[in-house]
């Protein structure tokens, strides 16, 4: 079993999974009991898992709680598109590189990184806060899933 903590809006499936907020080890039985103690509120993804890659299987899913669950299947791939809107074609993962607050010496800034080797990244200027010096960042051009909200 494997559980992700994913963005609040989150309604479709992942495609580029993030780091396991926990997962369970393989062991060769029946079932799979995974205990997580202080938990962060938000919304997370519980994706049932076997332990050889592209083997199938059938589970029952069970989540206990002291708080209040919302459990749902996610079965959308994708946002649906609007009337006046081209559907994705990327998918963007953004990081937040450097932060602070407005009045002190730094400025936001964000790198954008599909992944790709280093030399193929093009340079892209940042506007930096309250008039401050930009910043160079850089950019280039890339089961079943449940939900649960706590």
Not at 9 to 31: C, I, L, M, W
Not at 80 to 96: L, Y
Request: proline share 5%; with cysteine; glycine share 8%.
């Amino acid at each position: 079993m494997h559980i992700m903590r994913v963005e609040r809006n989150r309604v479709t499936r992942v495609h580029q999974p993030t780091e396991p907020v926990e997962a369970s080890d393989y062991a060769n039985a029946r079932s799979v009991f995974l205990h997580l103690i202080d938990v962060r509120p938000g919304r997370y993804i519980i994706l049932p898992t076997t332990y050889a890659p592209r083997e199938q299987a059938t589970y029952m899913l069970r989540a206990y709680s002291s708080e209040k669950l919302h459990m749902k299947e996610l079965k959308r791939q994708a946002p649906s598109v609007g009337w006046c809107w081209q559907s994705a074609s990327h998918v963007t993962r953004v990081h937040i590189v450097d932060a602070s607050l407005p009045g002190t010496s730094g400025d936001f800034y964000c790198m954008l990184d599909d992944g790709k080797r280093e030399s193929a990244r093009q340079k892209v200027r940042g506007r930096g806060v309250g008039g401050q010096e930009n910043r160079e960042g850089s950019i280039s051009g890339k089961s079943r899933y449940y939900s649960t909200d706590r």
